[in-house]
């Protein structure tokens, strides 16, 4: 299950089962989304960006869906494997700004 | 290898010394960011270069941080007079111009920073 509190809100899945990170995001300018994979010790890597003139955008296990309504932003990860382990950060760059702002991270377990 | 490089890994100070923090960007990227990873916690923006334009300064802390870029390639950020709550990773991200087609940042391992 997902749980917020003090610490990273952590999303505990098995392996196999489908995840779903969610993200609230704050200003309406923003005009890109983007998830990023952080893996222990080392620098987040790039999954997925989406416009904001698109709702939906699918990529290898992944898919991204965006509601501009209620400025919500998820990521879906297919079969979730061990290797998927790791800590998502959403990111948003509102138009015409070249600097991502990004979120707090959620820490994804994945148990095999 | 061609990845954003960033040096030390790791950088253990006492509390007044200054430090200096080595970042390489990917060959080809014009835009170089750095980002500060407290233990925990989102990534906080804290400077911005696009080639030879002046940087955006805007979320550096304090006057104490301080960063350059020569030549629109190595960049350097300076933390004087370092204090406990500096100690952080420091992320180094570069990009194509204004950060890609959509928002690809490509982020170096980071250099943790420890103040005693």
């Known amino acids: 299950g997902e749980s917020v509190g003090l610490h990273l809100p952590t999303l505990s899945v098995q392996e196999g089962d489908n995840s779903i990170i969610n993200c609230a995001y704050s200003n309406s300018a923003s005009d890109y989304f983007i998830w990023y994979k952080q893996e222990s010790g080392k620098g987040p890597q790039f999954i997925i960006d989406i416009r904001s003139n698109m709702d939906k955008r699918q990529g290898q296990r992944v898919t991204v869906l965006l509601n501009k309504t209620v400025k919500h932003l998820s990521l879906q990860i297919a079969a979730t494997q061990p290797g998927d382990s790791a800590v998502y950060f959403c990111?948003?760059?509102?138009?015409?700004?070249?600097?991502?702002?990004f979120g707090r991270g959620t820490s994804l377990i994945v148990h095999p | 290898g061609a990845g954003v490089s960033q040096s030390p890994s790791n950088k253990v100070t006492e509390k007044g010394k200054d430090v200096e923090l080595r970042c390489d960007p990917i060959s080809g990227h014009t835009a170089l960011y750095w980002y500060r990873q407290s233990l925990g916690q989102g990534l906080e923006f804290l400077i911005y270069f696009q080639g030879n334009s002046a940087p955006d300064k805007s979320g550096l802390p304090s006057d104490r941080f301080s960063a350059e870029r020569t030549g629109g390639s190595v960049s350097t950020l300076t933390i004087q007079r370092t204090q406990q709550e500096d100690s952080a990773v420091y992320l180094c991200?570069?990009?194509?111009?204004?950060?890609?087609?959509?928002?690809?940042?490509?982020f170096g391992e980071g250099s943790r920073l420890t103040v005693l």
């Open positions: 990111a948003e760059k509102p138009g015409g700004s070249y600097i991502p702002t």
């Open positions: 991200a570069s990009s194509l111009a204004h950060g890609g087609a959509g928002g690809e940042l490509f």
